[in-house]
Every structure is written in structure tokens, then in C-alpha cells.
T-cell receptor, first 111, second 115 residues
Framework: GESVGLHLPTLSVQEGDNSIINCAYS??????FIWYKQESGKGPQFIID?????DKRQGQRVTVLLNKTVKHLSLQIAATQPGDSAVYFC??????????FGRGTSLIVHP | DTAVSQTPKYLVTQMGNDKSIKCEQN?????MYWYKQDSKKFLKIMFS???????INETVPNRFSPKSPDKAHLNLHINSLELGDSAVYFC??????????????FGSGTQLSVL
């Protein structure tokens, strides 16, 4: 069936490094993608989104890249900080407007 | 002010009991959702509800039922609780729910433990 998944369940980086979190999706009808950040004990929070008519979108320290050819999405975090430690989810909306979430990647930032 | 609030934060109960989790949003959104997050952090949609329709994930047991007294509230009722129901339940809302481009706003979760 259709699924949204992540390549790496855990990513460890040093403070100040750049982080890249990847996501593969299989629903070719998806045309809206969102990254969420979930800190311990909290609900997921919106970080950045991208529509399928774009291949790159930048926010503050974060960039989302979309490669529709290989159905791949990535979240890049520049100059990673300890406060970036969290679980990151990609989500897609396609034929249904209800976002479907991937499995999540735990980002651990070492000081 | 908390945009999406759910209570209780923690819920510990015995198998077979009936329990409810409440959710309220003060964002003026039209659509509310319930998600279940398992121990591996996987987030699974359970329900989506606006004033037009209820969309139910067909894999959700009918022991689970959403109740919406008004568009700012979507409560989750669970009958005959089972061990496998233990999880974190998240309420969320979005502005319209009739567009593909919906950002979700989540509550802080209710950790349900069934003993």
C-alpha cells in the first residue's frame, strides 16, 4: 500500500553541524508535504511545508527539498543546536486532505 | 493561551473500563482530528471531523467514538478498554479541512495506560 517512511530512525550530530533528515514517500498523488518537530512530552509542531510545484523552500535555518522524480523529501537544519533535538516527522497530503505521517526520525544533538 | 488543549495529560485505567479524553481548540478552526501515537512514535490518524462530515479510519475499532458538541470541541470516548489501547493520543485542528494544504496544530497529548 501507499506509505510515508523515513530512511534513518536516529540521527546524531554535533552542535553546529548541519543536519539532514530524509523521507521517502510512495503516493504519487501527494502534492503537499509538511515537516513537523515533536519535542519530548509535546505534540508535533509545524516547521515548514512545500507544495509539489516547488522543489525547494527555505525557512529560518531550515530548508526542505522535494524530489518528485524519486519521491524523496529532505529537511536540512543549518548550524544544529541542542534545542533542535526532537523527533521529526514528514507528512503528506494527497487524494485525501488528511495528512499521513511517516515513522519519525529522532535527532540527537551533542554539545 | 493554549491553542489546542486536551485533558487529561495522563490517564491510567483498568481493562474493560470506559474513558473519555477531551479536546478544545480556540483557533476558530473548522476541522479537528484524533491521532494515536504508539511506542515507536508512529502517528496514525483515527478520525477527522468538521461540521460537514466525519471521516473514520476503517482500522479503528468501533469501541472508539468521537463526540463533537460544537466545532471547538472534539472528545474521544473509548469503551471496553484493552491493553493494546495504551498509547499517546493527540488531538489536532486545522483551518478548513476542505483543502489539500492543511497544517495541523496539535495538543500536547494524553498518555493512556491500560493495566
Amino acid at each position: 500500500g501507499e506509505s510515508v517512511g523515513l530512511h534513518l530512525p536516529t540521527l546524531s550530530v554535533q552542535e553546529g553541524d548541519n543536519s539532514i533528515i530524509n523521507c521517502a514517500y510512495s503516493n504519487s498523488a501527494s502534492d503537499y508535504f509538511i515537516w513537523y518537530k515533536q519535542e519530548s512530552g509535546k505534540g508535533p509542531q509545524f516547521i515548514i511545508d512545500i507544495r509539489s510545484n516547488m522543489d525547494k523552500r527555505q525557512g529560518q535555518r531550515v530548508t526542505v527539498l522535494l524530489n518528485k522524480t524519486v519521491k524523496h523529501l529532505s529537511l536540512q537544519i543549518a548550524a544544529t543546536q541542542p534545542g533542535d533535538s526532537a523527533v521529526y516527522f514528514c507528512a503528506e497530503s494527497g487524494g485525501s486532505y488528511i495528512p499521513t505521517f511517516g515513522r519519525g526520525t529522532s535527532l540527537i544533538v551533542h554539545p | 493561551d493554549t491553542a489546542v488543549s486536551q485533558t487529561p495529560k495522563y490517564l491510567v485505567t483498568q481493562m474493560g473500563n470506559d474513558k473519555s479524553i477531551k479536546c478544545e481548540q480556540n483557533l476558530g478552526h473548522d476541522t479537528m482530528y484524533w491521532y494515536k501515537q504508539d511506542s515507536k512514535k508512529f502517528l496514525k490518524i483515527m478520525f477527522s471531523y468538521n461540521n460537514k462530515e466525519l471521516i473514520i479510519n476503517e482500522t479503528v475499532p468501533n469501541r472508539f467514538s468521537p463526540k463533537s458538541p460544537d466545532k471547538a470541541h472534539l472528545n474521544l470516548h473509548i469503551n471496553s478498554l484493552e491493553l493494546g489501547d495504551s498509547a499517546v493520543y493527540f488531538c489536532a485542528s486545522s483551518q478548513a479541512g476542505d483543502s489539500t494544504y492543511e497544517k495541523l496544530f496539535f495538543g500536547s497529548g494524553t498518555q493512556l495506560s491500560v493495566l
